[in-house]
C-alpha cells in the first residue's frame, strides 16, 4: 500500500514539473514590471507570473497563521479539559467501588 502511494505522488510531481516546463516555454515574452515608485527590470511573463503565485501563497499562509494558532490553543485547551474529566471520572469510578465494599 504504501508503495501505491509513493507511485501516485510520483506521478503527481512528473505532471505538475512538466506543466511548469511548458508553461515556462510558452511564456517567453519579456516584460517589465512598472510598481508605480520602482521600474523592474524586464523579465519573462512566466517568471512574473509565477513570482506572483508565490507571493500570493506566502501572503495567504501569513493570513492564516493567526487562525491556526488559535485553533491549536483551542484544541489544547480542549484536550486538557477532556483529561482533567477523565481523571475525575476515573476517581468516581474507584471511589463508587470502594463504597460498596
Same mark, same amino acid.
Given at each position: %500500500? @504504501?508503495?501505491?502511494? /509513493?507511485?501516485? #505522488?510520483? *506521478?503527481?510531481?512528473?505532471? =505538475?514539473?512538466? *506543466? !511548469?516546463?511548458?508553461?515556462? =516555454?510558452?511564456? +517567453? +515574452?519579456?516584460? /517589465? #514590471?512598472? #510598481?508605480?515608485?520602482?521600474?523592474?527590470?524586464? =523579465?519573462?511573463?512566466?517568471?512574473?507570473?509565477?513570482?506572483?503565485?508565490?507571493? /500570493?501563497?506566502? *501572503? /495567504? %499562509?501569513?493570513? %492564516? &497563521? !493567526? *487562525?491556526?494558532?488559535? #485553533?491549536?490553543? @483551542?484544541?489544547? @485547551?480542549?484536550?486538557?479539559?477532556?483529561? +482533567? +474529566?477523565?481523571?475525575?471520572?476515573?476517581?468516581?469510578?474507584?471511589?463508587? &467501588?470502594?463504597?460498596?465494599?
Amino acid at each position: %500500500m @504504501r508503495w501505491i502511494k /509513493g507511485l501516485i #505522488l510520483a *506521478v503527481i510531481l512528473l505532471v =505538475v514539473l512538466l *506543466v !511548469g516546463i511548458l508553461f515556462a =516555454v510558452n511564456n +517567453q +515574452q519579456t516584460i /517589465g #514590471l512598472n #510598481l508605480i515608485w520602482i521600474e523592474l527590470p524586464p =523579465v519573462s511573463l512566466s517568471v512574473w507570473l509565477l513570482a506572483s503565485l508565490a507571493s /500570493g501563497v506566502i *501572503v /495567504g %499562509m501569513l493570513a %492564516m &497563521l !493567526g *487562525v491556526y494558532t488559535r #485553533l491549536k490553543a @483551542r484544541l489544547a @485547551r480542549a484536550q486538557r479539559h477532556s483529561k +482533567q +474529566q477523565q481523571k475525575e471520572l476515573d476517581r468516581l469510578r474507584t471511589q463508587e &467501588l470502594k463504597e460498596l465494599t
